[in-house]
């Protein structure tokens, strides 16, 4: 496979071409369709620093027009006459005209050229309907300031401005705080770096680093690139990039990623990556592509929207024709009208699911989970089977000691490890490196041995204090017709190993691809969930049967070729399971890809991330059940969010158009907008309670 990620350690590493092929592959790069929340996705520091000054704008002439419109509602003759006291010169509705125009002009411009754009877009949305009632609103209370008979509603279209911009304002920055956590991890990058050159250290600015660079990393600083340990050694903090929340130790040779908090210790390290080429600018780029992704829900929403104008515009005019030949005077007829207008703005319905869509984005991030494909997050909700390769996923992937145990009461169970470990300190066989690791966990000091010899197949032996050691395998004891004690077995999945000192069987060692301390909570929470779990496993039959029993499994394949697995998600998907796949190797790459959902494990050494559809920094089983729970949690929020804001409007356009005006009850357009502000606020906050559902 050509295009593939490698991922090392957790770092991504990708190809430009690649990175083409990706976009091509998942991304439909579309504008929001939000009118003026267009560019709440434009993220980065220049789309940043656009929305603040649209924030800003929207601001001031938030201010601007309040200022403007208390002397129009002190002018105004209804509102005079509310209030129950007179106030009028000639001048008066000049002065009102000439106050509104500038109201109209500025606080409207926003307004008015969203509407411009929509229309001349053939797609009218929010704007197109704020600017028909305040232009309606406008050039009817001209009119009649100039001699037409009626009566004028400036007061309203002030007071319907100002709102507007109130929530605008209050809606942007909501959306800005939606894509701070983005900010968050832009701003993680420290500003500069210290260069070792020639044994002095020179401070520079971190855009100056280039790879193979040395760096000096000080106690509590900020990493500023990817990058090798050559000295040193130091806890690091990554959580902000992984999730995980244990600091992992860092020794020479290790990895670090660039925006990790380096703990109490110096380090020397050599850049790897810098730049666009960073883990953490990989993780920025895919996340702002994933909120860039428009989703099934999001034009669902957009095609709301759309249809909320024509039925506003129609039912705007129809209110029109009707109080018009039920024999009201114009201006009530026009008044109900404009408040039809002015109450079905979907402002709600724009913000919706754009809101939840940047929010659960970048808290996914947070939490070591990449989504590079937003349809594919939202679908998760409807896994039905997940399919996991063992090793790496399930298991720790690596052979590690699980029990050992002597046989004598002179020889203790750490001298055994001792004993083995010794002998075993120079092969390269996974069962040797998973003894000597042990050994070294233990802090234990090996004894000098000599006579060292192979036993072919079977084992190894030498000298350790003039006493004859050897380490060998079931096989041998039987031959040599030694009794094995029971106890020695306690599970198909482990490899045994026995220690003889002076030909005497002395203890054991078991070994087993661990299983992870998360998969056994993971596959409960899946099952609960309704989720089938099954496992494939180039293993052979009993290893496989191991692990899925211990686990629990709904089903396990063993001894499965690489293009096995493809078929085995095929004949899922034939059974009508909405299949998810999860693996960490090129090998799992062609499944990955034929899987509903493709989730590609962080720590591989090859992901075939390129295939993926999220990619998992950790390879923790349980990132998987906290992601599919969470893609609930934000479909859910998604679909609250276009009930309330449509509900919203089903119950206001009817009161706006004057149906229960026989029993007294008429909302004005002031009011309708201030519920339509209000209904705006909360789905914003609604979308905020996204946060506590990853805890």
Request: hydrophobic residues 45%; glycine residues 8%.
């Amino acid at each position: 496979m050509e295009h593939q990620h490698h991922m090392e350690n957790g770092h991504v590493q990708e190809h430009e071409h690649d990175k083409k092929h990706h976009n091509h592959q998942h991304h439909s790069h579309g504008d929001n369709n939000q009118g003026e929340s267009g560019d709440n996705h434009t993220h980065g520091h220049a789309g940043h620093d656009h929305h603040r000054m649209m924030i800003e704008d929207f601001k001031r002439r938030f201010w601007i027009s309040l200022f403007f419109t208390l002397p129009v509602l002190v002018l105004s003759p209804m509102i005079q006459g509310f209030f129950g006291f007179e106030w009028i010169f000639n001048e008066n509705t000049y002065v009102l005209f000439v106050l509104s125009s500038v109201i109209y002009f500025y606080g409207g411009w926003p307004f008015l050229k969203g509407m411009k754009d929509e229309i001349t877009g053939g797609n009218p949305g929010m704007m197109t309907l704020i600017g028909v009632a305040i232009s309606t609103a406008y050039i009817y209370s001209s009119a009649v300031a100039f001699g037409l008979e009626g009566k004028m509603f400036f007061w309203e279209i002030g007071t319907l401005i100002v709102i507007m911009l109130l929530g605008h304002w209050i809606e942007m920055k909501s959306v800005l705080g939606a894509s701070r956590a983005l900010e968050l991890l832009v701003n993680m990058m420290p500003s500069e770096a210290h260069r070792i050159i020639n044994g002095s250290v020179e401070d520079i600015r971190i855009e100056d680093l280039n790879e193979d660079d040395f760096i000096l990393v000080k106690p509590g600083e900020k990493v500023p690139a990817d990058g090798v340990v050559v000295k040193g050694e130091s806890y690091l903090d990554e959580s902000m990039l992984t999730g995980e929340s244990r600091p992992a130790k860092k020794e020479v040779n290790d990895h670090v990623i660039g925006g990790s908090i380096n703990g109490n210790g110096s380090l020397e390290v050599k850049v790897a990556h810098t730049g666009k080429d960073s883990y953490l600018n990989k993780v920025i780029t895919m996340v702002r592509e994933a909120q860039k992704t428009k989703s099934k829900t999001q034009s669902l929403a957009d095609k709301a929207a759309k249809w909320l104008t024509y039925v506003a515009l129609t039912v705007g005019f129809t209110t029109l024709a009707v109080w018009l030949i039920l024999g009201f005077d114009f201006v009530f007829a026009l008044e109900r009208m404009v408040t039809v207008m002015v109450i079905s703005c979907p402002h709600a319905l724009g913000l919706a699911i754009p809101l939840v869509v940047s929010i659960s984005t970048s808290i996914s991030a947070q939490n070591g989970l990449l989504i590079r494909n937003r349809t594919a997050f939202e679908n998760s909700r409807k896994i039905t089977a997940i399919l996991f390769d063992k090793t790496g996923t399930l298991t720790e992937g690596n052979f590690g000691v699980s029990r050992m145990g002597s046989f004598t009461d002179t020889i203790s169970d750490k001298d055994i490890l001792k004993l083995a470990a010794a002998l075993e300190q120079n092969s390269e066989h996974p069962i040797a490196v998973g003894i000597v690791n042990k050994a070294k966990v233990e802090a234990l000091s090996l004894p000098e041995i000599e006579e060292f010899n192979a036993i072919t197949g079977k084992g190894v032996e030498a000298k350790v204090d003039g006493t004859s050691v050897k380490v060998v395998s079931p096989g041998y004891l039987k031959e040599e017709g030694f009794e094995i004690p029971a106890d020695s077995f306690s599970s198909d999945a482990e490899t045994v190993v026995f220690v003889l000192v002076d030909d005497k069987l002395a203890g054991f060692i078991a070994l087993a691809d661990k299983i992870r301390e998360e998969s056994y909570d993971a596959v409960k929470t899946f099952q609960k969930n309704g989720i089938k779990v099954l496992m494939a496993t180039g293993d052979n039959e009993k290893t496989g049967k191991a692990v899925s029993e211990a686990l629990g499994l709904d089903g396990y394949y063993a001894e499965v070729l690489p293009h096995q697995k493809v078929e085995i998600v095929k004949k899922l998907q034939d059974e009508g399971e909405f299949a998810a796949m999860t693996g960490d190797g090129v090998n799992d790459a062609p499944a990955l890809a034929q899987a509903d959902i493709g989730i590609a494990v962080g720590s591989g050494t090859d992901i075939a991330a390129e295939t993926a559809d999220i990619i998992l920094v950790n390879s923790n089983p349980k990132d998987i059940s906290k992601l599919i729970l969470f893609g609930k949690a934000t479909y859910r929020k998604m679909i609250q969010n276009l009930i309330w804001a449509t509900a919203y409007n089903a119950v206001a356009i009817p009161l706006a158009a004057g149906v229960l005006y026989a029993q007294g009850i008429v909302m004005g357009p002031a009011v309708g907008a201030v519920f339509m502000s209000l209904s705006t606020v909360i789905v914003a906050i609604n979308a905020q309670l996204l946060r506590k559902s990853i805890k």
